[in-house]
């Protein structure tokens, strides 16, 4: 089992950017494929974006292409999201999610491993 904490979260404004972080603990880091989901007030939970065990393949939701960036340290067990050009649309609930299968599900549903959730808003 994984634990899993984020930072970073906090009031931007729009064209800003924010690096959130995720601090994992608990079995081997490097054995679970990280993502990024997040959640608007009255929406459903959405991708952003994934990195595989090593961190060599990364995939990105569709609206977030471009702008966000993820990647992993093994080393320190963190894998961050860096959030560029952010605009009022991005204002959310940003949830670290982890799994140890082979991919990481888009359908939040099929996400085994959660973190708390740290609130990102951007004002206009």
């Known amino acids: 089992q994984v634990q899993l904490v984020e930072s970073g979260g906090g009031l931007v404004q729009a064209g800003g950017s924010l690096r959130l972080s995720c601090a994992a603990s608990?079995?081997?880091?490097?054995?679970?494929?990280m993502g990024w989901f997040r959640q608007a007030p009255g929406k459903e939970r959405e991708f952003v974006a994934a990195?595989?065990?090593?961190?060599?393949?990364?995939v990105y939701g569709d609206s977030v292409q471009g702008r966000l960036t993820i990647s992993r340290d093994n080393a320190k067990n963190t894998v961050y999201l860096q959030m560029n050009s952010l605009k009022p649309e991005d204002t959310a609930l940003y949830y670290c999610?982890?799994?140890?299968?082979?991919?990481?599900?888009?359908?939040?549903?099929?996400?085994?491993?959660w973190g708390q959730g740290t609130q990102v808003t951007v004002s206009s």
């Open positions: 608990g079995r081997t880091f490097s054995g679970y494929v």
């Open positions: 999610a982890a799994d140890a299968s082979a991919r990481l599900s888009r359908n939040p549903d099929n996400v085994p491993y």
């Open positions: 990195t595989s065990r090593s961190g060599g393949v990364t």
